[in-house]
């Protein structure tokens, strides 16, 4: 084992050994049993339309988590969270928080790293409708493939540890911080983007591809403005390198803020992710490659959503998103070096029983690949149940 | 053709939010003014606070019965970032889910058995 390899093995055990021998002995486990589920059927009329054949993930899908929490003793707890959907099971929580106090939080296990607002909200159970903004798309927008998803689809798991906290001044402003390193998004050699896949359960194989972890960290301010009303504004960001030979980078940033007003809720998020590649020489590309055989390319995604309460019975949501990638990438792809997609939507959720609700959206697509022209529309309708226990 | 087909789709969809609104009274928290008067400011901070991140329906429908795990569960969202719930604000909202967990649901039960 190298000198490197031993100092890595010691930021990660350190933690938890240090949470395992502190904690004092608990007169009993408090746990906490709860879960999820979503099935949603989505309609796409023009879905088998198009030159290149059905590009859609529509029909039905589920999402199912179960999440066990135990608060093993005052200073240490533990989740485990199991979910169930399209990449068949996933283990997105397996981790322990030790808390010093509330400021000192020591996290290490597999768990989603603190990046944007929405991450906390990923859960199909918490949020309005059936899919996710653009830039946390994980699969269910169309022409998943032309895009390679969203900018960071959700949830991101990861092995690693994170130490972050929260902190109240006085009685109107949190503030909450957060730094982890982690193994980091990764990619065969040779690959134009990252490999999501890599990163799941699904891709078999949980360790690293390069043995350097990849580090962010997240800050996040919400003031309390009268009773009834809060504003929230944070920025993340995260960096790492994706090749085995850790000659190529991903540098991801964001920035959120959203306002409570009363029974309504308004959310924005801004997120790009800039990355280095190193385009085939045997496949010709739409620019021309950089002498030094190293290209960029940046992946900018928005969404701003506002979310109404508008009885005890009915939610109702409008949202604007959208994707912009700008860069080089093969001449096979459908996408032009600079190629857009905006997607507008309506949709609201009804409640048929406490903790159970009906879901329901519409949404019109527009592509293009002269920006900011919607060329392409299309129409996508979501209908579902989601339940929660 | 398929602009027809376009307005058949979103008709049902508008059709069956619309039917869903219309048939259900259900609610993910509970109607204030089945509340005694003391506990209704109480029941109000804690349906502020706790909807901000998820539905009431998720507490409510916990299942917990004892006020040391509601002490943890409560502490535990507190912490989540951006709760927006102070430690000031724990005080009211365990004393609504004592309420909740031993005197409200009790009714309910009792009104269930009279029935």
């Known amino acids: 084992m190298t000198r490197a390899q031993v100092m890595r093995l010691a930021f990660v055990a350190g933690p938890l050994a240090a949470a395992l021998l502190n904690a004092a002995p608990a007169a009993a486990v408090e746990r906490n049993f709860a879960g999820s589920a979503q099935l949603d059927y989505l309609f796409v009329p023009d879905a088998s339309s198009r030159p290149g054949g059905r590009s859609v993930y529509d029909g039905f899908t589920t999402e199912v988590a179960l999440k066990l929490a135990a608060d093993v003793s005052d200073h240490l707890s533990a989740n485990v969270k199991v979910c169930y959907g399209c990449h068949g099971f996933e283990l997105p929580m397996a981790y322990f928080d030790f808390r010093v106090a509330d400021e000192l939080v020591f996290r290490a296990g597999r768990f989603s790293p603190s990046f944007g607002a929405f991450n906390i909200r990923q859960d199909p159970a918490n949020h309005a409708t059936s899919d996710k903004p653009l830039p946390y798309d994980m699969g269910r927008m169309l022409r998943p493939g032309d895009w390679n998803l969203g900018v960071l689809p959700s949830p991101f798991p990861d092995n690693g540890v994170e130490i972050g906290g929260t902190h109240w001044f006085g009685e109107r402003v949190q503030l909450d911080y957060a730094v982890y390193a982690t193994s980091g998004f990764r990619a065969p050699t040779g690959s134009n983007d990252l490999t999501w896949s890599l990163s799941q359960t699904r891709g078999g194989n949980m360790i690293d591809n390069n043995g350097v972890p990849a580090g962010g960290g997240r800050v996040v301010a919400t003031f309390r403005v009268g009773e009834g009303n809060d504003v929230t504004v944070g920025g993340s960001v995260m960096y790492g390198t994706w090749d085995p030979a850790n000659r190529f980078s991903y540098l991801i940033a964001g920035g959120d803020a959203a306002a409570r007003i009363g029974r309504t809720q308004v959310r924005f998020e801004y997120l790009v992710r800039r990355q280095t590649f190193a385009p085939d020489p045997a496949v010709p590309y739409k620019l021309l490659v950089p002498a030094s055989g190293e290209d960029t390319f940046e992946k900018h995604g928005a969404y701003l959503e506002v979310e109404r309460s508008m009885t005890e019975t009915v939610t109702l949501l409008a949202r604007a998103d959208g994707l912009y990638r700008a860069g080089n990438l093969p001449i096979a792809s459908p996408l032009a070096p600079r190629a857009a997609v905006f997607r507008y939507t309506v949709g609201g959720t009804v409640a048929v029983a406490p903790g159970f609700r009906i879901k329901a959206s519409g949404e019109l697509w527009a592509f293009t690949n002269d920006v900011p022209v919607h060329q392409e529309l299309d129409l996508a309708f979501h209908l579902g149940v989601v339940g929660t226990f | ?115």
């Open chain 2, 1 to 115: 053709m398929k602009r027809a087909r376009t307005h058949r789709g979103r008709g049902l969809l508008a059709a069956a939010l619309i039917a869903a609104a219309c048939a259900t009274t259900a609610r993910d928290g509970l109607d204030v003014a089945t509340l005694p008067v003391e506990v209704r400011p109480d029941y109000t901070l804690f349906a502020r606070r706790c909807s901000k991140c998820h539905q009431l329906a998720r507490p409510l429908g916990s299942g917990i019965r004892d006020d040391a795990t509601w002490a943890d569960y409560v502490d535990r969202m507190r912490r989540q970032p951006s709760s927006g719930i102070t430690r000031a604000d724990t005080g009211p909202i365990l004393r609504f889910l004592h309420y909740y967990s031993f005197s409200y649901t009790a009714g309910r039960r009792g009104d269930a058995g009279g029935e």
